[in-house]
């Protein structure tokens, strides 16, 4: 009969398992609102500064000092923040971590919103630094232990595609809202963030490593679907956990310090490209280069460019690899970099605070600007394609990186460093960005990025590592042998 079974016949039938991501989606999106609102704080001086600077109120006037640290104590906020993720992480989780960072980035934007003084506005500015750096240092590890192998590449991109979003965000309504309701409309990612992460579970990993393992199985359902093999994933996930966490001791292993110095690198080199200062200043780097077009106009065009090359990162993250992404955003900054270097040096912007800040209120007064001349569209063309190339690689792979090498014991304090490190350099950067300017003109901190991206380039070959398609327990292994990412069984 053909129902009788025979020697091919297989015995024990495997049911067939399914992963539904549908709800891991809801989940990652609803923690990476706060990567959008940290993207639209981050830029928020951009168009921010012309209309203070063409505005009737002197006490919001702001000289070339005043406008450095303007835009260049949110960074410093963000340091702070990135240092207290190292106590948060750990102490409170993932999940937890995010919703508070809500707290600074509502007081913040409220306060720039209602602000009657320079003081004000910078008070508001740290505060959403603050936020911003907790989600830093919160949201990519959150996105990455609840991720499945398979879209970890695609997911772990979400927090710098919604970054760049919350930027271009920023740059369209600065074209059409007055500065004040711009931070009212910053409000709104943040109330539907925490309000959503309410109902979204806890880190599989973190409570296994809390040793909570009944919610840790029910998170892992929750996230996979009951008809997917939710428990073998889940005995792997035990298996590479130390409850215990790690030990002082441990940083002396290639476990612990080879993930660790590779991520602290990786941060530090991104901040070293220059991209906060020149995102932080975009329209005012457009008016010293005299391009013809409007600059607030050129900001927002760059700002979709810098959303369209994110976008095409992610889709490329699982199939060309991180290395190969790496690699050609660093050889497209240097491109660029160096391409606005000979622009800017050959016509330098005019040297003096007074003439900057005079210029600032001339180029955004309303003054009908020079005509038309093609050259000009040589620094837009450059700055696209060092955001293309920036958000091809080192801006969401870095992130991705970092909460996929860190070893689980030390992911809480190890990620609060590379954040700590990566914004006490973006602030030392923003900071010293205009006074550079002034005193030798655009030129010199464009040429120092370009040598920058070159590191990149060598830096990536030597240090970092393949970890597409990989499971995170892979990836400690690979650490922990130096050979292969395979995992042996007990």
Known sequence: MADCPDETTTLIRKNTTQIRHGRLYL????????????????????????????????????????????????????????????????????????MLSGVPSVAGLLMMGAAQNFWMLLWGRFLTGIAGGITSGSIPVYVSEISHPSVRGALGSCPQITAVFGSLALYALGLILPWRWLAVAGEVPVIFMMILLCFMPTSPRYLTMKGNRAKAVKSLEWLRGPNSDYLTEFSKIERSINSKGAQWSDLKTPLYYKPILISVFMRFLQQMTGITPILVYLEPIFHLTAISLKPKYDAALVGAVRLISVAIAASLMDKAGRKALLFTSGFLMYIAMLSMTMYTHKTPCSHGNLTLTEGLKSAYGGSTGPAFDPMTLIPL??????????????????????????????????????????????????????????????????????????????????????????????????????????????
């Open 381 to 490: 063309i450059s700055t696209m394609v060092i955001i293309f190339g920036y958000a091809m690689g080192w801006g969401p792979i870095t992130w991705l990186l970092m909460s996929e090498i860190l070893p689980l014991g030390a992911r809480g304090v190890a990620s609060g460093l590379c954040v700590g490190v990566s914004w006490i350099t973006a602030f030392v950067l923003t900071q010293l960005f205009m006074h550079v300017v002034e005193a030798y003109g655009l030129f010199a901190p464009f040429l120092f990025f370009s040598v920058v991206s070159v590191v990149n380039i060598i830096f990536t070959a030597k240090c970092v590592p393949e970890t597409k398609g990989r499971s995170l327990e892979e990836i400690e292994n690979y650490f922990r042998t130096g050979r292969t990412f395979t995992i042996i069984d007990p």
């Open 27 to 98: 989940a990652v999106f609803s923690a990476v609102l706060g990567n959008l609102n940290f993207g639209f704080a981050l830029v928020f001086p951009s168009p921010v500064i012309p209309q203070l600077q063409k505005g009737d109120d002197p006490r919001l006037q702001m000289d070339v000092h005043q406008i450095s640290w303007f835009g260049s104590i949110f960074t410093l906020g963000a340091a702070l923040g990135g240092l207290s993720v190292m106590v948060l992480n750990d102490r409170v989780g993932r999940k937890m971590s995010i």
